[in-house]
């Protein structure tokens, strides 16, 4: 059996809720057919106070071996250092992992803020907050550039706004049997769900390519990038290829994509497209101003009839 302690810093559960929704596997297949013992989880375990911090000792002396360190939110390393503004069990949140990562076979960090600090890193950023092994875009973050597990990996970031229900139960799956199989991108993330983007598999591709916009928030058709500040062509996520809830997506719901997933989150109108004139102030995919503007302008000019029938009939 592996045994699994997933642990919750700055956070607001998210990731918890969604992982509770996961499908492929569910949660209770994951606990009762692949050898996972969930050892301790704040929203799920019972024990509470100093049966928790024995728990936790019980690790870090390595009498009870620790196999996946899951953690959930932001480090908070304020004020000054010392971490007090997040006390758990009797210690500041950061020194319990600075400890239990030292002896934990895999180290998992789910969900944006884990994995680069997220909202509570953002803005003034008042209790110096951190990811685990990212500091928004670079390297380092509360463990360290270099931080390896005992099982030789980086930490292994899940990251979203929460992260999709199934990227989490199938990367802990995974963690179980065979860690040394899980890909990773530039910044840690499986590429099993984080090497295409939310483009791709978005039903809204060829008002994209004609760059027809949506006209209102919510609606059937459109693309969402030219007025409401989708970002689904620069964002690394599965999203429109596993459905949420095997049914839906943001975009298919008639919402922008807000690139949760990326390191840079949260630092965009969500609901606006920033533009300088009349150009959006960020291209699809990187390609230069000049390069965007001829591919709109050809986009524009070939749109065919039916997908301005499409837009109108959408809005009934
Ligand atoms: S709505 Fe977003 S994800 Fe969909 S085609 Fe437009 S830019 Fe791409
Ligand atoms: S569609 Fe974009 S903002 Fe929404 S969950 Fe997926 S990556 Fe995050």
Known sequence: MANLLWLEGQACSGNTMSFLTAEEPDVIDLLTQYGINLSWHPSLCLEAGIEVKKLLNDFITEKTPLDILVIEGAIARG?????????????????????????????????????????????????????????????????????????GLPVINISGCPAH?????????????????????????????????????????????????????GCKEGCLSLNFGCKGFN??????RTLWNRQSSKT????????????DFPTYNFFKTEKSGMIPKEHPFGVNKFAYLAHAATGKLAAPKRLKTKLIKGRE
Do not use: M
């Open 79 to 151: 004020p000054h250092g010392t971490g007090k503004y997040d006390v758990f069990c009797e210690r500041p949140f950061k020194d319990w992992i600075a400890e239990l990562s030292k002896v934990a076979g895999i180290v998992v960090a789910v969900g944006e803020c884990a994995s680069f600090g997220g909202i509570p890193a953002s803005g003034i950023n008042p209790t110096d907050a951190t990811g685990v092994q990212f500091h928004k875009n670079e390297k380092g973050g509360f463990l360290g550039a270099n931080f390896k597990s005992r099982a």
């Open 165 to 217: 229900p199934d990227w989490i139960t199938q990367t802990l799956l995974a963690a179980a049997l065979r860690p040394n199989d899980i890909l990773l991108d530039d910044y840690h993330r499986p590429l099993d769900f984080y090497a295409t983007t939310t483009h791709q598999g978005c039903t809204r591709n060829e008002y994209f390519e004609y760059k027809v916009g949506a006209e209102e928030f």
């Open 235 to 240: 964002t690394h996520s599965s999203c429109n």
């Open 252 to 263: 298919r719901a008639g919402v922008p994509c807000f690139g949760c997933t990326e390191p």
